[in-house]
C-alpha cells in the first residue's frame, strides 16, 4: 500500500490541524495504521495508532486528550486532529501501516512496514 502525508503546517500555540493519510494500491482497511513524529535530533516516536480491527484508538501519553486518530475505509484514509498544540509538537509526521502486527497495539516504528513521506508540523509560541 502507497501512503501519501498531508495537511501540516504552521500554526500557532494552542491551534489546530488535521493531518490526512491516503492509501492506494491497497485498501487500509485491513491494516493496522499509525502516526508517528519526528522532532529534529529526536528519535521517531509513536503519536496515536487504530487497529484494523476498528475500536479506539490509543494513543501516547503527550497527545492523549489533545489528538483524535480515525479512519474513513470508504475514502481509504486516516486523520489525525491536533488541537491545543505546543510548540513540543513540532515535528515531521508521518503515517504508518501495518498488515500482520506483531502484537495487538504496535507503537514502536519497526512495527510498521509502509510509510507515508511525511507532512511537517510547526508550532509557534
Known amino acids: 500500500v502507497r501512503l501519501v502525508d498531508s495537511g501540516g503546517g504552521l500554526v500557532q500555540a494552542g491551534g489546530s490541524l488535521r493531518l490526512s493519510c491516503a492509501a492506494s494500491?491497497?485498501?487500509?482497511?485491513?491494516?493496522?495504521m499509525g502516526w508517528f513524529r519526528q522532532a529534529p535530533g529526536k528519535e521517531r516516536e509513536f503519536v496515536a495508532g487504530?487497529?484494523?480491527?476498528?475500536?479506539?484508538?490509543y494513543y501516547a501519553d503527550s497527545v492523549k486528550g489533545r489528538f483524535n486518530m480515525s479512519r474513513d475505509n470508504a475514502k481509504n484514509t486516516v486523520y489525525l486532529q491536533m488541537n491545543s498544540l505546543k510548540p513540543d509538537d513540532t515535528a515531521v509526521y508521518y503515517c504508518a501501516g501495518v498488515l500482520v502486527p506483531a502484537s495487538d497495539w504496535p507503537a514502536e516504528p519497526a512495527e510498521y512496514d509502509n510509510w507515508g513521506q511525511g507532512t511537517p508540523v510547526t508550532v509557534s509560541s
Open positions: 494500491g491497497r485498501t487500509c482497511s485491513s491494516y493496522t
Open positions: 487504530i487497529s484494523w480491527s476498528g475500536g479506539s484508538p
